[in-house]
C-alpha cells in the first residue's frame, strides 16, 4: 500500500535540467507583459475618473496600504540595484573581467525584462493602481454626499 505523505521521486528530471533559475524567474518579465500591466492600472484610472468604478474608503484602504508596503519595497530595491550599479562587479582589470562586468551591467540595468527596468515599471502600475482608488474613494464620497443631500432635501 503505498504512503501519500512522502511523495515519489521524479523518474524523468530532463525537464528540470533544461529551466534554468533564471528562465524560470524572469519568464513574466517581458516588456510586452509589463507594458499590458500598466496599460491596465492606466484603465483603471479612467474608469475611475469617468465614475465607472468607486469604492468606499473602508473597502480601499487596506488595498492601498498594500500597495504603499509594495511600493516602500520596489523602491528599496531600486535603490540596491542603484548602488550595485554604481560600484558595478569589480572582476579583474584585464579585458575578460571588463567583458564580464558589462555583460552583468547590460543584464541587470539595460535589456528587456533586467530587474531595473521591471522593478521601473512596477513602480509605476502601483502609482497608477493607488491614484484609480483615490479616485474612486473620491467619487464614491461624492455619490454618497449627493445621496445624503437628496434625502435631506427631501425631508
Known amino acids: 500500500m503505498p504512503i501519500y505523505d512522502q511523495p515519489e521521486p521524479s523518474r524523468n528530471s530532463s525537464f528540470l535540467e533544461k529551466v534554468s533559475p533564471f528562465e524560470t524567474a524572469t519568464a513574466g ?7 499590458s500591466m500598466a496599460s491596465e492600472a492606466k484603465k483603471m484610472v ?14 480601499a484602504q487596506p488595498i492601498r496600504d498594500a500597495l504603499l508596503e509594495i511600493q516602500k519595497d520596489v523602491n528599496d530595491a531600486l535603490e540596491q540595484l ?4 554604481r560600484n558595478g562587479p569589480q572582476l579583474g582589470n584585464h579585458e575578460y ?15 528587456d525584462g533586467s530587474p531595473y ?4 515599471r512596477l513602480s509605476e502600475v502601483v502609482g497608477e493602481t ?13 455619490i454618497d454626499e449627493f445621496v445624503k443631500e437628496s434625502i ?4
Open 29 to 35: 518579465m517581458t516588456s510586452d507583459a509589463m507594458d
Open 46 to 59: 479612467e474608469s475611475a475618473k469617468s465614475g465607472g468604478f468607486r469604492v468606499s474608503e473602508n473597502a
Open 82 to 85: 542603484n548602488v550595485i550599479g
Open 97 to 111: 573581467g571588463r567583458a564580464v562586468a558589462q555583460f552583468h551591467q547590460q543584464a541587470l540595468f539595460v535589456r
Open 117 to 120: 527596468k521591471a522593478l521601473q
Open 130 to 142: 493607488d491614484k484609480a482608488l483615490e479616485i474612486a474613494v473620491r467619487k464614491y464620497q461624492e
Open 152 to 155: 435631506r432635501s427631501e425631508s
